[in-house]
């Protein structure tokens, strides 16, 4: 199975900040990489797919890229709605797997 | 507008079965892969299981493979999930999800306990 390690696995920033999440594939995924978004007590909320594809309807403050086996969410500057848990997904092969999640929180 | 609406969860005993139906809308029921992915209280998400199209195929974890069925019905667009010998550590929300992840359903809890 790939295994899909995210960190970090909780972080605290301040509004308007840069801030970066990341997920490390244990085996070659090329981009079949999404991220997603979920708010408490909310479905998940899928932001980005193929890698670096921005999903309809997010804010183009998020944006995501690829460097080797390492895949980043950016946030370019950080709003109070984006305060949420981040999750990054492997969909290249069976078994799909997730990330184990980023808690993004306000400092 | 896509929706995704899941129905028949609830409390179960452990070793019971249960069906999870998941109704979809506003798009052509029969072109898409779906999928059930779930998540236990204050944990993460795990995928459970996955269907072609037309229902010919189907992908499951280890860890529900044998005891939950996936299936289809595209003239009723609906989704299923056939859970027998449930066990504690099933307990979670199902979602029900669109092909790779583009749109989810608002989730219905599963809990097993006696």
């Known amino acids: 199975d790939i295994q899909m390690t995210q960190s970090p696995s909780s972080m605290s920033a301040s509004l308007g900040d840069r801030v970066t999440i990341t997920c490390r594939a244990s085996?070659?995924?090329?981009?079949?990489l999404s991220w997603f978004q979920q708010k408490p007590g909310k479905s998940p909320r899928r932001m980005i797919y193929?890698?670096?594809n921005l999903a309809a309807g997010v804010p183009s403050r998020f944006s995501g890229s690829r460097s080797g086996s390492d895949y980043s969410l950016t946030i370019s500057s950080l709003e109070s709605e984006d305060m949420a848990i981040y999750y990054c997904?492997?969909?290249?092969?069976?078994?799909?797997?997730f990330g184990g999640g980023t808690k993004l929180e306000l400092k | 507008e896509v929706q995704l609406v899941e129905t028949g969860g609830g409390l179960v005993q452990p070793g019971r079965s249960l069906k999870l139906s998941c109704v979809a809308s506003?798009?052509?029921?029969?072109?898409?892969?779906m999928s059930w992915t779930r998540q236990a209280p204050g944990k993460g998400l795990e995928w459970v299981a996955s269907i072609t199209n037309s229902g010919g195929s189907t992908y499951y974890p280890d860890s529900v493979k044998g005891r939950f069925t996936i299936s289809r019905d595209n003239a009723q667009n609906t989704l299923y999930l056939q859970m027998n010998s449930l066990r504690s550590e099933d307990t979670a929300t199902y979602y029900c999800t669109r092909d790779y992840y583009s749109y989810w359903g608002q989730g219905v809890m599963v809990t097993v306990s006696s």
């Open positions: 506003g798009f052509t029921f029969n072109n898409y892969w």
């Open positions: 193929g890698a670096t």
């Open positions: 085996q070659d995924i090329g981009n079949y």
């Open positions: 997904l492997q969909s290249i092969q069976y078994p799909r797997t």
